[in-house]
């Protein structure tokens, strides 16, 4: 069982940076990919990026690529989100997710994802 707590949330105006941060309990990561995802009010939970077992292979939805960047540090049992250029339409609240794969490659399919946080409010201010 692996259980993923969020941090790092919060308020900032738009143009400004956080870095999320999600920690495992329970075990190493070693053996899951990551991802972060993120549910605006009245909206659908959606992917925002992925990274693999081995930490070298990403994928970045559209919306956020060049702004955010997601890594992995095994050893800390961590996942990262750090978010630059912050606007508006980035309020939501945001998830982290693991899942236990042989596969070495990364997934935006949300059902794949077994394991979540209880996710962390991100608000920005125009």
């Known amino acids: 069982q692996v259980q993923l707590v969020e941090s790092g949330g919060g308020l900032v105006q738009a143009g400004g940076s956080l870095r999320l941060s999600c920690a495992a309990s329970g075990r190493t990561l070693t053996m899951y990919r990551l991802g972060w995802f993120r549910q605006a009010p009245g909206k659908e939970r959606e992917f925002v990026a992925a990274?693999?077992?081995?930490?070298?292979?990403?994928d970045y939805a559209d919306s956020v690529k060049g702004r955010f960047t997601i890594s992995r540090d095994n050893a800390k049992i961590t996942v990262n989100l750090q978010m630059n250029s912050l606007q508006p339409d980035d309020t939501a609240v945001y998830y982290c997710?693991?899942?236990?794969?042989?596969?070495?490659?990364?997934?935006?399919?949300?059902?794949?994802?077994?394991?979540w946080g209880q996710g962390t409010q991100v608000t920005v201010s125009s």
């Open positions: 990274i693999s077992r081995s930490g070298d292979s990403f």
């Open positions: 997710a693991a899942d236990l794969t042989f596969r070495g490659d990364t997934t935006r399919d949300s059902n794949a994802y077994v394991y």
